[in-house]
């Protein structure tokens, strides 16, 4: 044995090069799997965390125009927990010293709180308050791309009217992680932003007083959305309802698994290749110490 021994440790000096090239191999490997798997689990633990906090939706469903009063009937159907209907339209934002168009998404908040539901994460500023139509709070995002700050003025083209606007607020939302526009594949701030405007204003400007043309729901625990799908859907259909779609298939939601869901598959092909490097050039180490 003593012999066998010496003759290995000469083969281990021997080819010491090589073997550190494998151990290092190997040592990426595991590496970049505890890294991406612990990277991953963050990430998923921080996103439900997120959406839990802010209360993001789980139904969501536009409507051409319904009355206030069918969110009652909304309400009760069977498995839903909290209903919040709001306004939701396109506009033309008019940015200065940038040419391209620009197109926000306006969305309707309450004056003076919180909505129930997909709530706001305040980084600057404040909400908007009661008997100020003209205040809006805008995206991060859009807001850090164009340099805004509260205080600021931003234009806009409501319903034909150009408006200004004035920025109380910068903010976050659930809904919102990736803002993506319409017919667009992949976000761009610079061309796309949010920003919540309060419900009287925008109600005014659309004509939707006592109407909505968006809703959101959450459901409680334990309970599937296709059946409240099916019945939401029967009773905006006289109202002009576009479909209802559930948390898994809103857009931004969407990107955000599927974000995800690429750091899973990187995760485990990145160190199945080293892995597989490392036993090739094993391999072929032996291959070459019984040659000798």
Same mark, same amino acid.
Do not use: C, W
């Given at each position: 044995m003593r012999a066998l021994n010496r003759k290995l440790m000469r083969d281990l000096w021997r080819l010491r090069g090589q073997i550190l090239a494998i151990a290092l191999v190997v040592a990426s490997g595991v590496a970049v799997l505890v890294m991406s798997l612990s990277a991953l689990e963050a990430l998923v633990e921080t996103s439900e965390a997120y959406y839990e906090r802010y209360r993001f939706a789980h139904v969501f469903a536009g409507v051409k125009r319904a009355p206030d009063h069918l969110a009652r009937r909304i309400a009760a159907i069977p &498995?839903?927990?909290?209903? %919040?209907?709001?306004? *939701?339209?396109? +506009?033309? @934002?008019?940015? %200065? &010293?940038? =040419?391209?168009?620009?197109?926000?998404? /306006?969305?309707?908040?309450? %004056?003076?709180?919180?909505? @129930? !539901?997909?709530? /706001? *994460? /305040?980084?600057?500023?404040? !909400? $908007?308050? #009661?008997?100020? #139509?003209?205040? $809006?709070? @805008?995206?991060?995002?859009?807001? %850090? +791309?164009?340099?805004?700050? #509260?205080?600021?003025?931003? =234009? =806009?083209?409501?319903?034909?009217?150009?408006?200004? @606007?004035?920025?109380?607020?910068? *903010? /976050?939302? #659930?809904e919102f992680v990736y803002a993506i526009g319409p017919g667009a594949l992949m976000p761009d701030d610079k061309r796309f932003g949010i920003l919540w405007m309060g419900r009287e204003a925008l109600a005014a400007a659309y004509d939707l007083d006592g109407a909505f043309n968006d809703v959101t729901l959450s459901l409680l625990p334990g309970v599937e959305p296709t059946a409240v799908i099916e019945r939401l859907d029967l009773l905006l259909e006289r109202n002009g309802g576009v479909g209802a779609i559930e948390r898994a298939d809103q857009i931004s939601n969407w990107f955000l698994v599927d974000q995800l869901n690429q750091l899973e598959t990187m995760a485990t092909v990145l160190p199945a290749i080293f892995l597989g490097v490392a036993a090739f050039l094993t391999n072929m180490e032996r291959c070459c110490a019984s040659r000798w």
């Open positions: &498995g839903v927990q909290t209903v %919040e209907t709001r306004i *939701a339209k396109f +506009a033309i @934002l008019d940015i %200065e &010293g940038f =040419a391209e168009p620009v197109i926000g998404r /306006l969305m309707s908040v309450p %004056e003076g709180r919180e909505p @129930l !539901l997909n709530q /706001l *994460a /305040l980084r600057e500023g404040r !909400l $908007v308050e #009661p008997g100020r #139509p003209d205040e $809006v709070v @805008l995206s991060e995002p859009f807001a %850090e +791309a164009h340099g805004y700050k #509260p205080g600021d003025r931003i =234009a =806009a083209i409501i319903n034909d009217t150009k408006r200004p @606007l004035n920025i109380v607020g910068i *903010a /976050l939302s #659930p």
